[in-house]
C-alpha cells in the first residue's frame, strides 16, 4: 500500500512541472467529460487528469496515442513549428467507396488535413525536420499523401542538412488507395536511403500503434529507433497471427518493452523525457568541422 | 492493353495448383543453378531460393520466392510466406551480388510475409523494411518477375528492382481479397467483389504505371505452355542485361530512384 502511495507522489511530482505548460481553458472543457477506459489496465481516467498527465496513464503507464496538436505543445520549442505541404490532401484522390466520406469525417473531428503532419521545428534551439502521424485519422494509415509528405519531408531533410525525427502511429498502409499505398513503403525507404548516403541522422520514435506497412518501411529504418511505453508494435496483426499458429500470443507480444528484449529498438523512453532525450542525441551527432 | 478476364478470375489462375512455381522454371531460366543457403544469422528460409547462375554465359544471382509443388515442399517453405530470415538471406546475397558485380534476377510469388510469433519475435516488419532500403540503392542492375502472387510488404520486399514486371495472370495487392473483405465488410465470403475492388491485375498495375511490362500468357494457360513464358522472360532478362549493364552506376540508381519516387500521386 505505502509503496504504492509513493509512487503515485512521485509521479504526480514528476508531472508538476508540466502541468504549468497545459492550457488551463482547454482543460476546464475537458473537466465535465466522461471519463476514458484505459485498454492497458483498464482503469477509468477522467479526461482532465489524461491532460494533466501527458494523455498517459497514472496507474499503469500506458502512452495514449496523442493528437498532433498536443504532440507539437510537449515536443518542440515554442511557436517553432512550421508546417509544410499543409495543404495537401487526399479528396478527390479516387472514387473507392466510402473512402472520400471517411477522409472528410476524419478532416472535421481532427482538423487535420491527413495523417501525417510535417514541418520544420526547433527543439532545445535546435532546427528539425519533423513528421507527427495522428493514429487518429483513418487509423494514421498511409496513403499516397503520406508517403508522399514523407519522402518530401527526407529530401529537405537532406538538402538542408537537418536531422530527421518522425514519430509514427500508423496501422499501415491505407487500404482504400490499393496497391499505390503499397508502394509509399518502398518510396519512403528509398528516400531513407539516400538520406542515410549522405550521413543523414534519423531519430524514428514509435508510438501506439505502429504497424503494418509503416513499421515495415521507415519507422524501422531510423539510425535510432526510440518507443513510447506500452506501445503495440509489429507487422502482423495479432488475430491473424492466433489465427495461423492457433495459439493464443502472450499479453506483451507486440509491445515497445517486447521489442527491446528481441533488438529492434534502441530504448523506450517516457514522454515527459523525450524532448530532452532528442534534444540531447541531437547534439550528440553535431558534425564538427 | 486491355483486360478480358475478370480480376477474381486472375486470382484463381494465380493460385492455381499445377501453375509452374520458381523451383519448376530456374532450371529453363537458368543454366548450372547452384543454391546458396542461410542468413548466417539464424537459419534457411525454404520460402526464398536462392544462388548463383548462369544467363546465357552472364553469371546473375536469383532470388527467388518458391511456393511447393505438393504438401511436403509447402510445408517446407510455409507456402511459400517468408520469414525475417528469408528476407535477410535475400539480404546478404544482393550485397554478394554488388561486391561481385552479378546483376540480380528476382522471382516474387507470395501471398505474403508469414504472419507467425517467430517472424514477428525476429522482427518482420525491420526485415521488409530494410530490405526495400537496400535494393533501392544496391549498385547493379535487378530485375523481378512476379510470377503469381505478390501479396503485401512481403511481396514488395524483392520488388524494388530496375525492370519490374508481371505475368498475365500475376495479381499484386495490399493484401489478399480475402482479408480485403473481411477489414471491409466485415465477410471473408465476399472476396470476389474485393478483388475487382483493389485493382490488382496486371493490368491495372501497368495502368498506374507501377510495372514496365506485361508478361503475356498463352491462351492454353502457363500451366500447359510453360516454355511460352519462359522465352518471353528470357528476351526480357537479355535485353535489360544488355542496356541496365552499360549505366553508369550513378545513372542506374538515379533511374530507379525515380522510378519509385514517381509511383502515386505527387504534391
Ligand atoms: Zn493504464
Request: proline share 3%; hydrophobic share 40%.
Amino acid at each position: 500500500m505505502n509503496t504504492q502511495f509513493y509512487k503515485r507522489k512521485e509521479r504526480l511530482n514528476l508531472f508538476q512541472k508540466l502541468f504549468t505548460k497545459v492550457d488551463k481553458t482547454d482543460l476546464k472543457n475537458t473537466q465535465d467529460s466522461t471519463p476514458l477506459m484505459c485498454p492497458s489496465c483498464n482503469t477509468p481516467i477522467s479526461q482532465y487528469d489524461l491532460k494533466v498527465h501527458l494523455s498517459v496513464c497514472p496507474n499503469c503507464n500506458f502512452h495514449f496515442s496523442l493528437g498532433v496538436q498536443e504532440r507539437i505543445a510537449q515536443l518542440v520549442d515554442e511557436k517553432s513549428f512550421k508546417e509544410l505541404y499543409r495543404s495537401a490532401k487526399s479528396n478527390k484522390i479516387n472514387d473507392f467507396p466510402e473512402y472520400q466520406k471517411k477522409i472528410a469525417k476524419a478532416q472535421d473531428s481532427t482538423g487535420l488535413q491527413e495523417a501525417v503532419t510535417t514541418g520544420i521545428a526547433e527543439i532545445n534551439g535546435k532546427t528539425v525536420a519533423l513528421a507527427i502521424m495522428d493514429a487518429r485519422f483513418i487509423m494514421g494509415s498511409m496513403g499516397q499523401i503520406v508517403g508522399e509528405k514523407i519522402t518530401r519531408l527526407i529530401e529537405v531533410a537532406d538538402k538542408k542538412k537537418y536531422p530527421l525525427i518522425i514519430l509514427s502511429a500508423s496501422g499501415g498502409a491505407r487500404m482504400q488507395e490499393g496497391i499505390l499505398s503499397l508502394f509509399q513503403m518502398s518510396k519512403t525507404a528509398s528516400a531513407l536511403a539516400r538520406f542515410d548516403e549522405h550521413g543523414g541522422l534519423y531519430i524514428s520514435v514509435l508510438t501506439h500503434p505502429t504497424t503494418g506497412g509503416v513499421s515495415a518501411s521507415f519507422a524501422m529504418l531510423g539510425d535510432i529507433i526510440i518507443a513510447e511505453p506500452k506501445a503495440l508494435i509489429g507487422f502482423a496483426g495479432r488475430r491473424v497471427i492466433e489465427k495461423t499458429m492457433n495459439e493464443q500470443l502472450p499479453e506483451a507480444f507486440q509491445k515497445s518493452e517486447f521489442l527491446l528484449e528481441k533488438g529492434f529498438i534502441d530504448a523506450i523512453v517516457h514522454r515527459k523525457d523525450l524532448k530532452t532525450t532528442l534534444s540531447n542525441l541531437i547534439l550528440m551527432h553535431k558534425v564538427s568541422s | 492493353m486491355t483486360q478480358k478476364n475478370s480480376a477474381w478470375q486472375r486470382v484463381l489462375n494465380a493460385r492455381k495448383t499445377d501453375r509452374p512455381k520458381a523451383l519448376d522454371l530456374i532450371p529453363y531460366l537458368f543454366d548450372e543453378f547452384f543454391e546458396l543457403s542461410g542468413d548466417r544469422a539464424y537459419g534457411d528460409d525454404k520460402a526464398i531460393v536462392s544462388g548463383l547462375a548462369f544467363f546465357e554465359g552472364i553469371p546473375v544471382t536469383v532470388l527467388a520466392q518458391s511456393k511447393g509443388r505438393n504438401l511436403e515442399e509447402n510445408m517446407a517453405c510455409h507456402f511459400g510466406m517468408a520469414h525475417p530470415e528469408g528476407y535477410r538471406k535475400a539480404m546478404r546475397l544482393a550485397k554478394q551480388a554488388e561486391k561481385f558485380n552479378r546483376p540480380i534476377v528476382c522471382i516474387v510469388d507470395t501471398a505474403g510475409a508469414f504472419p507467425g510469433k517467430g517472424a514477428e519475435e525476429r522482427g518482420q516488419a525491420e526485415a521488409i523494411a530494410s530490405s526495400l532500403k537496400l535494393f533501392s540503392s544496391i549498385k547493379v542492375p535487378v530485375i523481378t518477375f512476379v510470377l503469381s502472387e505478390g501479396g503485401s510488404g512481403g511481396a514488395l520486399a524483392l520488388s524494388v528492382a530496375d525492370r519490374l514486371y508481371m505475368l498475365e495472370n500475376a495479381i499484386y495487392s495490399i493484401l489478399s481479397p480475402e482479408g480485403f473483405a473481411s477489414i471491409l465488410w466485415k465477410d471473408e465470403s465476399r472476396a470476389q467483389e474485393a478483388a475487382e475492388l483493389m485493382e490488382c491485375t496486371a493490368y491495372d498495375l501497368y495502368a498506374k504505371g507501377i510495372i514496365d511490362k506485361i508478361i503475356m500468357e498463352p491462351t492454353e494457360g502457363f500451366e500447359n505452355n510453360k516454355s511460352f513464358v519462359i522465352t518471353a522472360m528470357k528476351n526480357e532478362i537479355r535485353n535489360d542485361l544488355s542496356a541496365l549493364r552499360k549505366l553508369k552506376t550513378s545513372t542506374l540508381l538515379d533511374q530507379r530512384y525515380k522510378k519509385f519516387r514517381d509511383i502515386g500521386v505527387k504534391i
